[in-house]
């Protein structure tokens, strides 16, 4: 009886990578290792520790996000037991909340100034989509300064990159009673515009008419333009808060530019604020940032306070790859070994 033939379709056969993931190779990306060693320097000097996120959470970190900001795509449900589903990470907000209250942070009258980034991965038509994504959040009681720190480490990073022709828009849609009224009449003045509006916007008149102020759409830009600012309807508070941010943003010499109708995504409330980088001579969103208190209390269960940027680094390295900058390998080795005798 002759040995049984080995099966050597798994060694011979060919893989390869699945269509929409990517690989970053140190000698082909220089590029990303200047953006990765800029990134935690701006964490570093503005005092940002760097936290570890899983590649998978339980299927319900993902849904509490989506069920206020339904924009964010989630990879499929996988099953690991009969009443638990997990899904790879589509986004990387949610597990630092997640992180938060799991551990009781926010039972803390503490502050804490976190740093994450990593590679995220959502279900699209056709298969996955890769992206790498990274933030600076800021959680417990903070103030002003605080939330100026968060814009003037992205400014920083921006700054290390040597970006010219970067904007930073920044806007507050104050606290939830400013946000009602204003919501109110907001919603009037697009309901007698609706005909100029395209579907999407049509469908958000009479919910959080706010986010037709974050539509692209040219007719839509053109009506929104027109629309009244939230800043004729602050209370005296969230006025006095805003402006003290802009006198930090003063003296830290971070340039902004005050844009009255800009809001971000549902879910954010207070300072809102948006990044955008120089990309063949248009400006493309890198990153917004936000309160996100409204997020964070479907985690923590109560009461808690967050204010954070989220930034795409693909954007970035893509920029970067467009201008031609000239980006010199840098090596950092410490160790040498020297041959003996007469290999020396």
Avoid at 300 to 325: C, M, P
């Amino acid at each position: 009886m002759g040995r049984p033939k080995k099966n050597t379709s798994v060694i011979t056969s060919k893989t390869h990578p699945i269509v929409g993931t990517k690989y970053i190779l140190p000698d082909s990306n220089v590029l990303w290792g200047l953006v990765l060693r800029k990134l935690k320097k701006a964490a570093r000097v503005y005092g940002f520790s760097r936290v570890e996120l899983p590649v998978a959470e339980e299927a319900k970190v993902y849904e509490k996000f989506a069920g206020i900001v339904p924009e964010v795509i989630d990879s499929a449900n996988i099953p690991v037991a009969e009443d638990v589903a997990v899904k790879l990470r589509s986004a990387l907000l949610p597990s630092v909340f997640q992180a938060y209250s799991s551990f009781k942070l926010h039972e803390e009258n503490k502050l804490h100034k976190w740093f994450y980034l990593g590679n995220v991965m959502r279900s699209v038509q056709g298969g996955l989509e890769s992206s790498y994504e990274f933030g600076f959040e800021v959680l417990g009681p903070f103030s002003h300064l605080t939330e100026a720190q968060v814009m003037g480490a992205v400014w920083n990073l921006l700054n290390g990159l040597g970006f010219e022709g970067s904007t930073l828009e920044i806007n507050t849609i104050g606290s939830e009673a400013c946000q009602a009224s204003y919501q109110s009449i907001l919603t009037d003045y697009f309901r007698n515009n609706k005909f100029q509006l395209c579907d999407n916007c049509n469908e958000h008149i009479g919910g959080r008419s706010l986010n037709i102020l974050r539509c692209t759409n040219s007719e839509c830009t053109v009506v929104a333009s027109e629309a009244p600012t939230i800043l004729d309807y602050l209370d005296q508070t969230s006025h006095k808060n805003f402006t003290n941010i802009l006198e930090a943003l003063d003296e830290m010499q971070v340039p902004y530019q005050l844009n009255p109708l800009y809001v971000g995504s549902e879910g954010s409330s207070g300072t809102n604020f948006v990044v955008k980088i120089k990309h063949k001579d248009k400006l493309v969103v890198f990153g917004e940032g936000a309160h996100h208190s409204t997020l964070l209390a479907q985690y923590a269960g109560k009461t808690a306070t967050s204010f954070g940027f989220a930034g795409n680094l693909q954007v970035l390295v893509d920029a970067l790859q467009a201008s031609e900058l000239e980006i010199v390998q840098e090596f950092n080795t410490e160790v040498f070994l020297v041959p003996l005798g007469e290999l020396a």
